[in-house]
C-alpha cells in the first residue's frame, strides 16, 4: 500500500469530474473540500446544486471539463459510458490538452481500461484507472480503498488528488491492475455478503437474537466489514443504498468474465450472480448489495 501525501492544493491542479452519483457527488464534493479548483459533469442535469453551493463549477459537456482542467476524474457506470465520455463528440479527447492526466474511477473490464489508455496517449493524454471501494459510507467520509493501475510517474502526480478522496491508496501495476483488483474485491465480496446472509438467516432460525450473535462475533475469526456494517439490513430485512446490487452483478460479470479468461473456477461468485439475476428481476436491483439477504431468508422460509 501506498501512502499518498496530503493534498496540496497549492499545486493548481485544477480538477475536473464527471459522473455525480451516488459515489462521484461525494468523491467530488471531497475535492471541493480540500481546496482544489474543481469543475463538475453529469450526464443528468441539475445534479450539481450542492456543488456548486460548495464552490464547483459546471460544465456543459465533458469537453468543456477537459478544457479547463489539468486531471480529469471519471466516476460513471460501465464502459460504454466511459467511452462516451472519453471519445464521444463533446468527449474529454476533443478538448484535453497533451500533458493532462484522465484518472478513471469507474469499474470496468481492464481490457477496456488499457484499450482506452492507449487511445488516450494518441491525444497525448495519460490514464489511470483507479476503481474504488468502500460503498457511500467511504465516499462521503473520504475513506475510500483506491486500486490505481498505470504509470509511477503519473501515480505520483495523482496522490494528492486521490488522497483527498480516499484512505488506501496502492499502485498494483501497470495501466488495468487497478480494475483486475476491483474484479478480485467484489468477488470476495461475494462471498462475504452471502456468508454473513447465510450466518443472520441460521441465528433468526434457530430463534437467537441475531444482534447479540453479531457482538460476540465481531470480535473473532468472522469478523468483517460485512458482518459489522452490513448484519443489522440482514436481520430487519431492509437493504437501503450503500452500493447498488445492479452494480455489483455488473462487476461480478467483469470477474467472471476474467476468471474464464484464466481458467479459474469461482462456484460461489457464480452463485452470488445468480441470486442477483433473480433479485434485479424481481425489482430489488437498486437495493444495497446486501439485499443478498433476500433470496437466503427466501430460501430458509423467512
Same mark, same amino acid.
Given at each position: 500500500?501506498?501512502?499518498?501525501?496530503?493534498?496540496?492544493?497549492?499545486?493548481?491542479?485544477?480538477?475536473?469530474?464527471?459522473?455525480?452519483?451516488?459515489?462521484?457527488?461525494?468523491?467530488?464534493?471531497?475535492?471541493?473540500?480540500?481546496?482544489?479548483?474543481?469543475?463538475?459533469?453529469?450526464?443528468?442535469?441539475?445534479?450539481?446544486?450542492?456543488?456548486?453551493?460548495?464552490?464547483?463549477?459546471?460544465?456543459?459537456?465533458?469537453?468543456?471539463?477537459?478544457? =479547463?482542467?489539468?486531471?480529469? $476524474? @471519471?466516476?460513471?457506470?460501465?464502459?460504454?459510458?466511459?467511452?462516451?465520455?472519453?471519445?464521444?463528440?463533446?468527449?474529454?479527447?476533443?478538448?484535453?490538452?497533451?500533458?493532462?492526466?484522465?484518472?478513471?474511477?469507474?469499474?470496468?473490464?481492464?481490457?477496456?481500461?488499457?484499450?482506452?489508455?492507449? +487511445?488516450?496517449?494518441?491525444?497525448?493524454?495519460?490514464?489511470?484507472?483507479?476503481?474504488?471501494?468502500?460503498?457511500?459510507?467511504?465516499?462521503?467520509?473520504?475513506?475510500?480503498? *483506491?486500486?490505481?493501475?498505470?504509470?509511477?510517474?503519473?501515480?505520483?502526480?495523482?496522490?494528492?488528488?486521490?488522497?483527498?478522496?480516499?484512505?488506501? $491508496?496502492? @499502485?498494483?501495476?501497470?495501466? /488495468?491492475?487497478?480494475?483486475?483488483?476491483?474484479?478480485?474485491?467484489?468477488?470476495?465480496?461475494?462471498?462475504?455478503?452471502?456468508?454473513?446472509?447465510? /450466518?443472520?438467516?441460521?441465528? *433468526?432460525?434457530?430463534?437467537?437474537?441475531?444482534?447479540?450473535?453479531?457482538?460476540? @462475533?465481531?470480535?473473532?475469526?468472522?469478523? =468483517?466489514?460485512?458482518?459489522?456494517?452490513?448484519?443489522?439490513?440482514? *436481520?430487519?430485512?431492509?437493504?437501503?443504498?450503500?452500493?447498488?446490487?445492479?452494480?455489483? +452483478?455488473?462487476?461480478? /460479470? $467483469?470477474? @467472471?468474465?476474467?476468471?474464464?479468461?484464466?481458467?479459474?473456477?469461482?462456484?460461489?461468485?457464480?452463485?452470488?450472480?445468480?441470486?442477483?439475476?433473480?433479485?434485479?428481476?424481481?425489482?430489488? /436491483?437498486?437495493?444495497? $448489495?446486501?439485499?443478498?439477504?433476500?433470496?437466503?431468508?427466501?430460501?430458509?422460509?423467512?
Amino acid at each position: 500500500m501506498t501512502t499518498p501525501p496530503p493534498p496540496d492544493p497549492t499545486s493548481k491542479e485544477r480538477i475536473g469530474f464527471a459522473g455525480l452519483g451516488t459515489m462521484g457527488a461525494h468523491m467530488a464534493a471531497n475535492l471541493v473540500r480540500a481546496g482544489y479548483e474543481v469543475t463538475v459533469w453529469n450526464r443528468t442535469p441539475n445534479r450539481d446544486s450542492e456543488l456548486r453551493d460548495l464552490g464547483a463549477h459546471p460544465a456543459s459537456s465533458p469537453a468543456q471539463l477537459a478544457a =479547463s482542467s489539468d486531471i480529469t $476524474i @471519471l466516476c460513471v457506470t460501465d464502459s460504454p459510458q466511459v467511452e462516451v465520455v472519453l471519445f464521444g463528440p463533446d468527449g474529454v479527447s476533443t478538448a484535453a490538452r497533451p500533458g493532462s492526466l484522465v484518472i478513471d474511477c469507474s469499474t470496468i473490464s481492464p481490457t477496456k481500461a488499457q484499450e482506452f489508455g492507449r +487511445r488516450l496517449s494518441e491525444f497525448g493524454v495519460a490514464m489511470l484507472d483507479a476503481p474504488v471501494s468502500g460503498g457511500s459510507e467511504g465516499a462521503r467520509l473520504a475513506t475510500l480503498t *483506491i486500486m490505481v493501475g498505470g504509470e509511477p510517474a503519473d501515480f505520483e502526480r495523482a496522490s494528492s488528488v486521490l488522497g483527498a478522496m480516499g484512505r488506501s $491508496i496502492s @499502485l498494483l501495476g501497470p495501466l /488495468g491492475a487497478g480494475q483486475w483488483a476491483k474484479a478480485i474485491n467484489q468477488v470476495i465480496l461475494a462471498g462475504t455478503y452471502l456468508g454473513v446472509a447465510e /450466518g443472520m438467516t441460521l441465528a *433468526i432460525k434457530a430463534g437467537l437474537d441475531a444482534e447479540k450473535i453479531v457482538g460476540a @462475533l465481531v470480535g473473532g475469526a468472522a469478523q =468483517s466489514w460485512v458482518l459489522e456494517n452490513r448484519s443489522g439490513r440482514m *436481520i430487519d430485512d431492509d437493504y437501503p443504498i450503500g452500493f447498488k446490487i445492479s452494480l455489483h +452483478r455488473k462487476d461480478l /460479470g $467483469i470477474g @467472471l468474465e476474467l476468471a474464464r479468461q484464466v481458467g479459474a473456477s469461482l462456484p460461489v461468485t457464480a452463485l452470488a450472480a445468480t441470486f442477483e439475476d433473480g433479485l434485479v428481476a424481481q425489482g430489488y /436491483g437498486d437495493d444495497d $448489495i446486501s439485499a443478498l439477504a433476500r433470496s437466503v431468508r427466501k430460501l430458509s422460509g423467512l
